[in-house]
């Protein structure tokens, strides 16, 4: 599996220790999913675990049993009936005839929410690259209103995000890993977090190695051309009117430099 698909493996499994929190992961789950409307709720992901998962949480809050289609590398869990997504919609505060989405923040009523609505908003959109490349989380959002009021919640919890409009998707994303490893912290991805934080200061130790070897190639390469200088200077001294000519001292060290052109005089 991709880091990104371990990650979300990771979160999926992360204890919800109130109802509160249990109802704002939903609430990230559902609202960031493909569709949230009287017409259409449903969810799509790759990760067979991650469809248990929103299966479980429509189930658990509102004894509901979704329907899940599987297809090429996919599957779709969808709520069938209409009165059922009805009542999904306004026990989370939307109305039916709602034109566009917007974070409902009666859904987030603790701070502690705020990490378990993030954590459902990341399973349903978010996707982050290994950091083996780079060091790149965003989140793909279909509404631009939804798209700037997570922009406005993440700013609220710390974080800088940017934005970029992709096709007819909205990208919110960071590249900064010291917010990445932030994020993954809040949301519960402890293990992703060490592992991220792990392959860092590998990289870091790498790069500082490869910078010290450069920086001694970069010294031993300016030592080799002023000794070949010197040494053709002093074979010219040599030939024309001897080293005897020199002072005493200026000769001694001609002849060392002459008789040892690769060690430094420094």
């Known amino acids: 599996m991709s880091f990104s698909s371990d990650v979300k493996?990771?979160?999926?499994?992360?204890?919800?220790?109130?109802?509160?929190?249990?109802?704002?992961?939903a609430y990230g789950m559902l609202l960031f999913g493909r569709m949230f409307s009287v017409s259409e709720i449903?969810?799509?992901?790759e990760n067979e675990n991650i469809a248990k998962l929103y299966c479980?949480?429509?189930?658990?809050?509102?004894?509901?049993?979704?329907?899940?289609s599987s297809g090429v590398s996919k599957y779709t869990v969808s709520v069938a009936d209409e009165a059922d997504r009805k009542?999904?919609?306004?026990?989370?505060?939307?109305?039916?005839?709602?034109?566009s989405l917007r974070i409902n923040r009666a859904n987030l009523p603790e701070d502690c929410c705020f990490g378990?609505?993030?954590?459902?908003?990341?399973?349903?959109?978010?996707?982050?690259?290994?950091?083996e490349k780079n060091y790149h989380l965003e989140f793909s959002v279909s509404y631009k209103k939804l798209c700037n009021d997570l922009i406005q919640l993440l700013d609220e919890v710390g974080f800088a995000p940017k934005y970029v409009k992709r096709k007819s998707s909205h990208i919110v994303y960071f590249k900064v890993s010291e917010k990445i490893e932030e994020f993954l912290t809040l949301v519960g991805a402890m293990n992703s977090t060490l592992e991220l934080m792990g392959i860092k200061m590998h990289k870091d130790m790498v790069n500082h190695v490869n910078r010290r070897v450069n920086f001694e190639n970069a010294n031993?390469?300016?030592?080799?051309?002023?000794?070949?200088?010197?040494?053709?200077?002093?074979?010219?001294?040599?030939r024309?009117?001897?080293?005897?000519?020199?002072p005493a001292p200026l000769a001694e060290m001609a002849k060392l430099r002459r008789d040892n052109p690769e060690v430094s005089l420094s």
Request: aromatic letters at 6%; a negative charge.
């Open 42 to 45: 449903s969810f799509v992901t």
């Open 220 to 238: 031993l390469s300016r030592t080799v051309d002023a000794a070949i200088v010197q040494v053709e200077a002093i074979e010219k001294i040599e």
């Open 9 to 25: 493996q990771e979160l999926a499994q992360v204890p919800v220790l109130s109802d509160c929190c249990a109802q704002a992961r």
């Open 116 to 131: 378990a609505f993030l954590r459902g908003v990341f399973i349903a959109c978010g996707t982050i690259s290994s950091p």
């Open 240 to 246: 024309t009117v001897g080293l005897e000519s020199l």
């Open 56 to 68: 479980d949480v429509i189930k658990e809050l509102f004894d509901i049993t979704p329907s899940v």
């Open 87 to 99: 009542r999904i919609l306004e026990f989370f505060g939307h109305s039916e005839s709602d034109i």
